[in-house]
């Protein structure tokens, strides 16, 4: 059987998120699962995450990503929360927190483990940055190995 590990990001791209996916393989590769899955909190494309304060002020893209997790949760065997550590500006933010209790509950009854690299639920974009401060003596691939913290049940991730 195939396992999954089903990386939670912010919201799609606009392009192709090639160096986000790449990021999330290795991920993946290092945690051990067999494939990777991409899922988001929200669920309009946006060429930065900054713009859910402008996109994400209705339940709309909140309540769609919200049936896409679902399914992926089912399908998955592990969690990687890598959603980035900022939290929307202005009304978007209200949908936010939501979502994250949403997840948080979700993922309270499951199995699942989850991860993040370090103490927050960075974006892999910034894993490269946060694991050069932590491990300035080891290569990337082994830095972002030594970096996954398995969260435990019941403990916060926002």
């Not at 939670?8 to 160096?19: F, T």
């Not at 009854?109 to 910034?126: A, E, F, I, K, N």
């Amino acid at each position: 059987m195939v396992r999954t590990l089903l990386c939670i990001l912010a919201n799609p791209p606009v392009g192709d998120g090639a160096r986000t996916r790449a990021r999330v393989a290795l991920a993946g590769e290092l945690l051990g699962y067999d494939a990777i899955t991409i899922g988001n909190l929200f669920a309009i494309p946006s060429p930065s995450v900054t713009d859910i304060a402008i996109l994400g002020t209705g339940a709309d893209g909140w309540l769609t990503a919200r049936v896409e997790l679902q399914a992926q949760l089912k399908a998955c065997a592990g969690v990687l929360l890598a959603y980035g550590v900022a939290a929307p500006t202005g009304p978007a933010r209200h949908y936010y927190k939501e979502q994250l209790e949403w997840l948080d509950d979700a993922l309270s009854g499951s199995p699942l483990p989850r991860y993040q690299v370090g103490d927050m639920p960075r974006h892999p974009s910034r894993w490269q940055r946060w694991t050069a401060r932590q491990h300035p003596q080891l290569e990337f691939r082994d830095a972002l190995r030594n970096s996954f913290a398995l969260l435990q049940k019941g403990q916060h991730h926002d």
